[in-house]
């Protein structure tokens, strides 16, 4: 499974992004996806997670109720829809997939290249 992730770029605060993670290979569309994201200085932290149907999601406390992650299995595409953003959203946001569906990173079997989402106060 290769992962590209797309559609970072500069924001201002509150407004929304929609960033995007296409997946290649037979298996994409059975893996669980993941978003993570790394500001400067500080460790890579789960964002959303979304199971192989989309019939599962999860978030982390930081961004529930403001980020969307859903899944379009036709395309192999994940998408998080990124909406009331704020400065310290700021950060490299990669996509993961694995079988296994949760917030711990090292479970995850393959990497996106990462895409950069600035939010400017």
Known sequence: VQLQASGGGLVQAGGS???SCVGSGRR???NSVGWFRQAPGKEREFVAA???SGGSSYYADSVKGRFIISRDNVKNTVY??????????TAVYYCAASIY??????RYDYWGQGTLVTVSS
């Open 28 to 30: 994409f569309s059975w």
């Open 50 to 52: 979304i199971s192989w």
């Open 17 to 19: 992004l929609r960033v």
């Open 101 to 106: 569906s949760g917030s711990d990173s090292g």
């Open 80 to 89: 998080l829809q990124m909406n009331s953003l704020k400065p310290e959203d």
